[in-house]
Nanobody, 121 residues
Framework: QVQLVESGGGLVQPGGSLRLSCAAS????????MGWYRQAPGKQRELVAT???????NYADSVKGRFTISRDNAKNTVYLQMNSLKPEDTAVYYC???????????????WGQGTQVTVSS
């Protein structure tokens, strides 16, 4: 079994900051990519940022310069530092990991349960 557990969401005022964390645990052999996605009410889930196991990052244009993704490979944990938050950043944020389980042949994607981020005054 593999679990992804997110934490760090909450309510913050515009211009504020939050830091999300997501830890992958279970029978994991290797983790290739970890990332964050978000889904606002009435909208499709969209990519926020991803990071590979060698540290290569990718960001949505809407968050470039404000959000920073990082990871701790030893802990199979990914972080998302969110600064200068805007009301339009309000969404449920989901963690996703592409990984290989012990004894598995290939890789699969696993999702966390989501954490709510609300930006409002």
């Amino acid at each position: 079994q593999v679990q992804l557990v997110e934490s760090g969401g909450g309510l913050v005022q515009p211009g504020g900051s939050l830091r999300l964390s997501c830890a992958a645990s279970g029978s994991i052999r290797s983790v290739r990519t970890m990332g964050w996605y978000r889904q606002a009410p009435g909208k499709q889930r969209e990519l926020v940022a991803t990071i590979t196991n060698d540290g290569s990052t990718n960001y949505a244009d809407s968050v470039k310069g404000r959000f920073t993704i990082s990871r701790d490979n030893a802990k199979n944990t990914v972080y998302l530092q969110m600064n200068s938050l805007k009301p339009e950043d309000t969404a449920v944020y989901y963690c996703k990991s592409r990984l290989r389980r012990l004894l598995a042949v290939g890789e699969n994607d696993y999702w966390g349960q989501g954490t709510q981020v609300t930006v409002s005054s």
